[in-house]
């Protein structure tokens, strides 16, 4: 082997190592096989050097300069449901069932995994979105719905809309359509989960809700839930990140690894909902009251980031 032909060998197998240490940090546990996404997804990508939008300061103004972020997620209950977006791990032999959406003509498919007790956001007799959300670890696909409510005994249910991803791929909703989420995008990407904070770190954007939006959407969002065009409301798929200049050393260690997160990765508008709530899954092991320590973080410790992507109607 010449020397040309052993460095190029190195190089490969250091950026194999590289890509699969990358891909390591989004496993789910139980759906070790399956990344949640590729790298090159929007959802993984880094934005701390990215510049910021003209408007940022208006558009933070909207959403409201002052308001203390919120961990929209913790343990114990609230309302005898678990606090966050609950998620099941799935496999090839999962009872299916029937789904009569209300939106059909935006949801896929009709079958979907949900077993026999599947966790249900807000807990079974919640009034709320009741989202769904599975992952199938043997086809490496991830089932989501919105307003979930089983009848005939569990073997068929109704929702208002249900989308189907490919955990491998980077493929969007058509344009204009809606997923289990108003901005046409997945949840579970976007959910702070423990067993990441437990490894260290979380190596994704975090999904957010704004009370307020403008009828626009941004790549990868494909669906806006607004009628109003004011320019400083954030459309559905704006991303904001915490300023590099905050500092987070004074948290503890949960909150830190979030708000750390929040500067690296961003969090993307999702939804019309309560102003700078973060959204997560349940886990008995996080501590609410390390949590509760985000509400120092102000809206105006964060900035609108420009991706490059124009906002469409």
């Excluded at 990765?265 to 996080?286: E, F, K, L, Q, T």
Aim: charged residues 20%.
């Amino acid at each position: 082997m010449t020397k040309g032909t052993l460095f190029a060998a190195l190089l490969a197998a250091l950026a194999a190592m590289v890509a699969a240490t990358a891909a390591v940090g989004h496993r789910v546990p139980g759906a070790s096989k399956c990344p949640v996404f590729p790298a090159s997804n929007p959802w993984n990508q880094r934005v701390d050097k990215l510049p910021v939008t003209p408007n940022s300061a208006a558009m933070i103004a909207s959403i409201g300069a002052g308001t203390g972020l919120h961990a929209d997620f913790g343990s114990g209950l609230y309302n005898g449901g678990p606090i966050g977006i609950p998620y099941d791990v799935v496999g090839k032999r999962t009872r299916r069932a029937p789904f009569k959406f209300q939106y059909a003509d935006e949801s896929d498919g009709k079958l979907y995994p949900v077993g026999k007790h599947p966790h249900i956001e807000g807990g079974p007799s919640s009034d709320g979105d009741r989202h769904v959300l599975m992952i199938d670890r043997d086809a490496c696909k991830l089932y989501e719905v919105s307003g979930a409510h089983p009848y005939d005994g569990g073997r068929r249910w109704t929702g208002w809309s249900g989308a189907i991803w490919n955990l491998r791929s980077n493929h969007v909703r058509p344009r204009l359509w809606t997923s289990a989420d108003a901005a046409g995008l997945p949840i579970f990407p976007g959910l702070a989960r423990y067993d990441e904070v437990k490894r260290g770190s979380i190596d994704h954007a975090l999904r957010f809700t704004v009370e307020q939006t403008r009828r626009a959407f941004i790549y990868p969002a494909r669906h806006y839930a607004s009628t109003r065009t004011d320019p400083d409301l954030p459309a559905m798929g704006q991303r904001l990140r915490l300023k590099a200049s905050f500092d987070t050393s004074g948290f503890p260690r949960q909150s830190r690894i979030v708000l750390d997160a929040l500067k690296r990765y961003g969090m993307i508008v999702a939804d019309n909902g309560s102003d700078w709530y973060i959204s997560g899954a349940p886990n008995s092991h996080w501590s609410n009251d390390d949590l509760h320590s985000m509400s120092r973080v102000k809206g105006s410790d964060f900035e609108v980031v420009d991706t490059g992507d124009r906002p469409s109607g």
